[in-house]
C-alpha cells in the first residue's frame, strides 16, 4: 500500500484517506485508542494524537504521580477578570503547556451556565450570563488555538448540575435553550471556531445531547456552520447507531463500548448504519488529526512542567484582576506593610490560611507545579514592609470533609517533605517476597490511582498492595486523628500501632470524585511535641474491597492527619488571639473537597463552624477583613458586622500572592462578580427547580437567569452581577450613541477621579423600550476594561451588531427576532450601577438564523 500522502505542512489528505482505509480502520477511528489517545493506523502513516484535561492547566496523561502543572485560577475567576485581552493571554499559556505535556487537544474550556449556586462545577465554567460566558470562552480558545493546540469547548449543551447528571432529562424551551444555555457556544464559534467540541452527559428535552440529531445536525452543523469534531464527555455515549447518525465523530475513551469492531461492522453490512455515515465521521476525525498536528509535537516527547518565570507572572496578574473587592468601609483596606507607630499586629486567621485552595475538585483538578498559600503570600508582604508588622496565626475552624492531605507534612526517608511509595505484589504479612513493584516518591496523600501501571504486573492485573509512608513531628503535644477512605482497603499504622481501620469495617461513602469509595474511617493517639512517628498506610487495590458493587479500576486512598480538637476549642483559641491584635484577616470559604465534579453543594453556606468564628471574632476586634475563597456564592451571615470582604474564588498556584497582593494594595482590585450573590438560596431563580427529580429537572425560570431575574421580580442581591469596587473611583461621562447600517457604534469617556492608578471595567446593557414578549429588565451586551493614571481620562469605544444588541428568539418562528424599537443604551461599571444613558432606534422588525 502507498504511503499517505500529505500536502504543505504535513496535512493530512483526507479524501485519500477515506478511499484507502478498509471499513475496519475506519470503524477503528470512531473511538479512541485510550484514555488519551486518538487511534493510529500505521500502515498509512496516520498517527495517534494526544488530548488533555484542561480548564484549570494542563495534567496529562496521568491522574496518578502525574508532572505537575501551573494551575490557573478558576473559570468564574477568569471571567471576573473581564479582560479578554488578558484571557487569550492565559489561552496562550494554556497552549504552550499543553505541547510540554505533549497534548495536541485541551478538554477546555468550560462555558456552561451557572444557572445555581450548588452546580458542582460551577467554578469551572464562566458566568450566569451567556455574553460573558461566550466572549471569556472564545478569548481562551483563541489563545489556545495560536498556539496551533485544538481547544475543545464542552459541555454541549446543558450540563449544569451534577445530580444524575448521565440520564438526567433538561426540560427548557426553545427561547431559554438559544438565548441562555448554547448562547455561549454560538459566540465562540462565531468569533474563534474551537476545533474541537465535547457533548455533555444529559439528555435536553428527551434525548441524550450526544445522539440528538435535532441539536448536532439541524443546529450545529447547518445553523452554526460548526465544521470541528464532536467527541463525547468520557463514558458519555449512550449508543451505536443514534449517535453516529447524528454525528457524534468520537466516542471517548477507549477502548470503545459502542463501536465494538464485529458488532458496528455487521450493522453497516445490515445496512443497519450506512457506510456514508461512517465515513463522515471518520472525516472530522481526521480533521481533529490535522488540526492536531499542526501543534509539531514530537512522537518521542517526555511530558515535563513549565518552569518559566513568566507563566508565574502571568498567573499572578490573571489572579491579580480575577479579586472582587466587595466591601471597604472606612477604607480599611489596603493594609499597610509597615507600622507607622510602633510594632502593629495583624492576626491571619481561618482554615485557607495555611491551605492552598488552588482550585475545585473532580477532572479539573491537578498537582500544581508550586502552591503559594496566603500565610506565605501575606508573609511575604510583611518582609518586604522590614517586619516592622507582626504576624500571628490561629486555625480557627475545620473545613475539611475529611482529614488533611499530609503530603506536606510529613518527612519522606531522605529528610524533605512528602511520602515514599512502596508497591508489592504480594499483602503485608505475605511469606516470602513480596516482589517490590515500584518506588515512589509522593507530595500527596491523596492518592488516586486510576492509571498506575506496573511492567511487572500482568496487563490488566488491577490486585497489588502499596505502603505509604512518613515521619510525623507534631508542632504540639496533643490528641492526633488519623484517617483514611479508600477505593479498596486501607489501614493506618503509627510506629507499628494500627490507629484507622478502613479494612475489616468498611462503611459506604463518597470518596473521590467518582462518589465510589468508603467513608473516612478514624481513629486517635495522644503525641508529644517535637518527637519523630512512624506513619504508614497500608492499601490494597480494588479486588480487596469488601463492600458490593465494588470500582473496577485500580483505586485509590486518602489518608490524613490532624490535631483532635473540638469546634468551640478552636474558635476560644482564635478569639484570645484575636482580641490582642490591631487587625484579623480571616481567609475562609469552601475547597475542592465540598465544590467538586461528581456532586453539587446541599445549600449555600460555609460547612462547619466558620460562620461562628467570624461571628465571635468581630465581638473583641471591629477590624476584621474577610478573604473568601469559592467558586460560587456563599452566605455571609456576618456580613454587616465586618467593614471589609474581599471574593478571592480558587487562586491557582499564586492564589497566596494575589490575595496579598490586593490587601496590601500592592494591586488595585479591579474584578467585577461573574454571577449573582444572593442574600439567600432561596432567592435564587432555580431554587425550586433544581436537581434531578424522577430523572428530569426542568429550568422553569426560562430565559431569567440570575441578574435578569432578580431586576424582573425587583429582588434585591446581596452583590449585583458585575460588581467590584476599587481602591480609585471613576466617572463615567459624554456617552455618544451612532448607528452606522447594521453597527451601533457607542463612545463613553472613562475618568480616574481618584487617588491611585487603577482599572474599570465599562459594561454595557440594551433595554428595549416596548418589548413585544416578556424581556430582561436589560441584558450585557459588552464590556471593556480600561486602565488609568490618577487624573486620566480614557474614551472607550465598543461596535455591537444590531441583531445581537436587539434580538431575543422566537420560538413560533423557529428563528431570532429584532423589533422595530426604541433602545436604551445603559453604562456603569455593574448590573446595578448605570451611570450614563444613551439610545438608538431601530427602524423594522426582521427575523435572522445562523451565528
Known sequence: MSPIKTTSYQELDIDYLIQELTLPEKISLLAGKDFWHTVPIPRLGLPSIRVSDGPNGIRGTKFFNSIPSNCFPCGTGLAATF?????????????????????????????????????????????????LSGHAAASIVKGIQNEKVVACLKHFVCNDQEDDRKAVDTLLTDRAFREIYLKPFQIAIRDVNPHGLMTSYNKVNGEHVSQSKPIIQDILRKEFNYDGTLMSDWFGTY????????????????????????????????????????????RYVLKLVNEGL????????????????????????????????????????????????????????????KAAQDSGGGSASLSARYKVTPWEGIQNKIEEGGNTVSLEYAL???????????????????GEKGIDAR?????????????????????????????????????????????????????????????ASCLGTAQVFVDDVLIADNKTKQTSGDAFFLGMGTREERG???????????????????????????????????????????????????????????????????????????FDRADMEIP????????????????????????????????????ALVHAWYGGNELGNTIADVLFGDYNPSGKLSMTFPKRLQ????????????????????????????????????????????????????????????????KVEVTNTGKVKGAEVVQVYIQPSNPQVSRPVKELKDFNKVELEVGETKVVELNISIKEATSYYNGFKHAWQSDKDVYKVLVGNSSSDISVEGEFTTSKTFNWVGL
Not at 487569550?88 to 451557572?114: D, H, Q, R
Not at 461492522?265 to 455515515?277: F, G, P, R
Not at 479486588?543 to 483505586?555: H, K, R, S
Not at 424522577?694 to 431586576?711: A, K, S, T
Open 683 to 746: 432567592d435564587n431563580p432555580s431554587y425550586i427547580n433544581f436537581g434531578s427529580t424522577n430523572g428530569q429537572v426542568w429550568y422553569g425560570e426560562d430565559v431569567f437567569v440570575g441578574y435578569r431575574y432578580y431586576e424582573k421580580v425587583d429582588v434585591e442581591p446581596l452583590y449585583p452581577f458585575g460588581y467590584g469596587l476599587s481602591y480609585t473611583s471613576f466617572k463615567f461621562s459624554d456617552l455618544a450613541v451612532k448607528v452606522n447600517h447594521d453597527t451601533v457604534n457607542i
Open 524 to 598: 486517635s493517639i495522644q503525641l508529644e511535641k517535637g518527637k519523630s512517628y512512624n506513619v504508614r498506610c497500608e492499601f490494597g487495590s480494588s479486588p480487596t474491597y469488601t463492600l458490593p458493587d465494588g470500582p473496577v479500576e485500580a483505586g485509590g486512598v486518602y489518608f490524613g492527619i490532624r490535631i483532635k480538637s473540638t469546634p468551640e476549642a478552636e474558635i476560644k483559641k482564635a478569639v484570645a488571639l484575636a482580641q490582642t491584635v490591631d487587625k484579623v484577616v480571616i481567609v475562609a470559604g469552601l475547597s475542592k473537597e465540598w465544590e467538586s465534579e461528581g
Open 423 to 483: 508497591f508489592y505484589k504480594h499483602a503485608p504479612g505475605y511469606k516470602g517476597d513480596r516482589l517490590l513493584l515500584e518506588t515512589y516518591k509522593l507530595t500527596t496523600s491523596k492518592v488516586f490511582l486510576s492509571d498506575f501501571k506496573s511492567d511487572r504486573l500482568e496487563p490488566n492485573d488491577i490486585l497489588f498492595y502499596a505502603d505509604f509512608t512518613g515521619t510525623f513531628i507534631p508542632d504540639e503535644t496533643a490528641e492526633y486523628e488519623f484517617g
Open 396 to 414: 480557627g475552624a475545620f473545613l475539611d470533609r475529611n482529614l488533611p492531605d499530609v503530603g506536606d507534612v510529613l518527612i519522606d526517608e531522605n
Open 83 to 131: 479582560n479578554k485581552e488578558l484571557l487569550v493571554e492565559a489561552g496562550e499559556l494554556m497552549g504552550k503547556e499543553a505541547k510540554m505535556k505533549g497534548a495536541s487537544v485541551i478538554l477546555g474550556p468550560t462555558c456552561n451556565i451557572v444557572r445555581s449556586p450548588l452546580g458542582g462545577r460551577s467554578f469551572e465554567s464562566y458566568s450566569e450570563d451567556p455574553l
Open 239 to 282: 449508543s451505536t447507531k443514534e449517535a453516529l447518525d447524528a454525528g457524534l465523530n468520537l466516542e471517548m475513551p477507549g477502548p470503545t463500548r459502542f463501536r465494538q469492531a464485529i458488532q458496528t461492522l455487521h450493522a453497516v453490512q445490515a445496512n443497519q448504519i450506512s457506510e456514508a455515515v461512517i465515513d463522515e465521521n471518520v
Open 294 to 353: 499542526k501543534a509539531q509535537i514530537p512522537d518521542d516527547v517526555i511530558e515535563s512542567a513549565n518552569e518559566d518565570p513568566a507563566a508565574g507572572e502571568l498567573l499572578r496578574k490573571v489572579g491579580d484582576e480575577s479579586i472582587v473587592l466587595l466591601k471597604n468601609e472606612n477604607n480599611i483596606l489596603p493594609l499597610s506593610k509597615t507600622a507607622f507607630r510602633g510594632q502593629e499586629r495583624i492576626a491571619v486567621i481561618g482554615p485557607n490560611v
Open 608 to 643: 462547619g463552624y466558620t460562620n461562628q468564628l467570624i461571628e465571635e471574632i468581630v465581638k473583641v476586634n471591629p477590624n476584621v477583613i474577610v478573604v473568601n475563597q469559592s467558586g460560587s456564592p456563599v452566605t455571609f451571615p456576618w456580613l454587616e458586622k465586618v467593614p
